[in-house]
Each structure stands twice: as structure tokens, then as C-alpha cells.
């Protein structure tokens, strides 16, 4: 069973990447841009047959080593 | 006195702080981050480098070594634990530090060195330095901009947690001074029984003065006391 985890900063946490990545875009002209932030995705691959068990264990594969929860929040999909 | 240095696949100060603990009279000893036990610390070092490649976050892989389930028994049990750089990163990252360490702010790897006040002396790792002592110690990282909730921060200035901020020559604490963003201009903290200490500048690039200077030996040296 396939999913998603779509890693973001959470919104007090500075993100200077993301703010290098707007100007730039800026600069190039995309001038309606209003506001980017950077995060990270990762796609997981699960031996499970139940949804739930599944969606447990990538729960704890954030919680536990993907996702430092100081800094960041997760979202996950299944795919 | 005896020591621990861990190595793990990536580290690249453990030899400089085995040289500055052997000078110091540490009885030291380089432990691979896949041994599952520790022999007979008084101190343990988690050394500085890109442990990992710095894959994921910096630390994060680390943090989950065989080695570290080891440091945390032992650091619950009251053993001496320093972090340098890296090793702070890694200990942030398995909880026995508060906080993370962020990106740079300028999103610049800073290699130099900058001055250091000690706020707080009466600890096991400070002792023989002076309370607002200015010390010049090296930094070089990507990934130093210490960051933690308000409620946090709070608890760590109200707990006399921060040894160590970034200040100008003359001791004053501003944004000036402040090489990578860092809140408060924290440049290392302790844990709650400050038997832990996580630092980003390097004191053990810091004991000869033909190669630096010596700003870097008391850390060492207090732990003797």
C-alpha cells in the first residue's frame, strides 16, 4: 500500500530556502507571486493489507524519524 | 578522567577532540557508533562533522545509532555529555536536548571565528572560566540557528540554561553579533540537570595557542575540577 507524507515548516518557523526561492522567482518576473514555502515529500511503501494499520505505521515513521514535530507538521495521503 | 569520543561514519572532529582531551589528561577512547556499549565514561563527546551526509536533518540519522540508546542511559544516569556542532545537532535531535538547529539565516556555511561570552559559570563544564568572560572560538556549520518554542526559550533563560551566547568583543549580546540567526543569541544550552551541554563553536580547536588560542581549554579543563 502506497502513501505520501508532504512535510511542512510550520508557519512561525523561518524558512530561509523558501524565502531565497520567491525572490528569485521574483526577480524572474513572476510578478503575482505572494508568499512560497519549502518542504519536503516523501513516497512509503507498506506490506499492509488494512488502511488503518497502514496509515498507523507511517504515522510512527514520522513521528519517530521523518518529521522533527518541533519545527514541522505532516500530512498523509494515501496514494 | 575517563572519556568517550563516538565516531560515526561522517564525523570529522573526533581525532581533534581526542588530541584536546589526551593534552588535558582525559583518558579517552574512540567509540564506532554500532558498538551497543559504552565502557566506563565520566564524559561522553558526540564530535562535530556531517555525520550521515547530514541526510534527512542534520543529526536526525544519527540520533537513531545503536550507540545513542547507550548515551542516553548513561546521560539519564548522570554521565558528562558534550555535543559540539554536529554533535549538538544529534543531540537536539534525540531529546536530550531541547530545540532544534536551523538553516543559517544568511543560508551561508560560516567558517570563523567569533566571539563567545560565558553567561553562566557555575556549572561542571564552566567553572574555571569567569562569569561574562568574552572568548574567541571558532564556528563552522550550515545548520547552528538554534530555534525552540517561546515557552521554551522562557524556561531556558528563566532555568539559567544558556552558558554560552555570541556577543561582540566587549560582551554586548545584539543582532550584530549573531552569526547565524540564532534566538536569543544562544550559542549552547544544557539540559535541565546541566549534566548535558550542547555548544555550536568548537573548544577543542581552541587549546594551543600555536595553532589558536587556548579560550577553548577551560571547558576541558572545568570538567577536571
Not at chain 1, 505505521?57 to 494515501?78: A, G, P, R, Y
Not at chain 2, 555548544?199 to 577553548?216: A, C, L, Q
Amino acid at each position: 500500500m502506497k502513501f505520501s507524507v508532504k512535510v511542512t515548516l510550520k508557519h512561525d518557523v523561518l524558512d530561509p530556502q523558501g524565502k531565497v526561492v520567491k525572490q528569485t522567482l521574483q526577480n524572474m518576473g513572476m510578478d503575482t507571486l505572494i508568499n512560497l514555502r519549502q518542504g519536503k515529500y516523501f513516497e512509503i511503501d507498506v506490506n499492509e493489507n488494512e488502511e488503518s494499520k497502514a496509515k498507523n505505521k507511517i504515522k510512527e515513521m514520522c513521528t519517530k524519524l521523518l518529521v522533527n514535530l518541533i519545527i514541522e507538521d505532516f500530512e498523509i495521503s494515501k496514494i | 578522567m575517563n572519556s568517550s569520543v563516538i565516531v560515526f561514519p561522517g564525523s570529522n572532529c573526533d581525532r581533534d577532540v581526542a588530541v584536546a582531551l589526551e593534552k588535558l589528561q582525559f583518558r579517552n577512547k574512540m567509540i564506532w557508533h554500532k558498538e551497543t556499549s559504552l565502557p566506563k565514561s565520566d564524559l561522553i563527546v558526540i564530535p562535530g562533522g556531517f555525520s550521515y551526509g547530514d541526510y534527512l536533518r542534520s543529526g536526525a540519522i544519527a540520533g537513531k545509532s545503536n550507540i545513542l540508546n547507550e548515551i542516553i542511559k548513561a546521560a539519564n544516569d548522570g554521565c558528562l555529555v558534550l555535543g559540539i556542532c554536529n554533535g549538538f545537532q544529534i543531540l537536539t535531535e534525540t531529546g536530550l536536548l531541547n530545540g532544534v538547529l536551523l538553516r543559517n539565516k544568511n543560508l551561508k556555511f560560516i567558517s570563523k571565528d567569533v566571539h563567545v561570552k560565558v553567561i553562566d559559570s557555575k556549572n561542571k563544564f564552566c567553572n574555571k572560566y569567569k562569569k561574562n568572560q568574552v572568548l574567541k572560538l571558532n564556528i563552522a556549520h550550515n545548520e547552528g540557528n538554534y530555534f525552540t518554542s517561546k515557552d521554551q526559550l522562557k524556561e531556558l533563560e528563566d532555568k539559567n540554561l544558556i552558558p554560552f551566547k555570541y556577543s561582540d568583543e566587549n560582551g554586548n549580546i545584539n543582532d550584530e553579533n549573531n552569526p547565524n540567526g540564532s534566538l536569543n543569541n544562544i550559542a549552547g544550552i544544557f539540559n535541565d540537570k546541566k549534566n548535558i551541554l550542547g555548544m555550536m563553536p568548537h573548544p577543542e580547536r581552541m587549546v594551543d595557542k600555536f595553532i589558536s588560542n587556548e579560550d577553548g581549554t577551560n571547558l576541558f579543563t572545568s570538567l577536571l575540577n
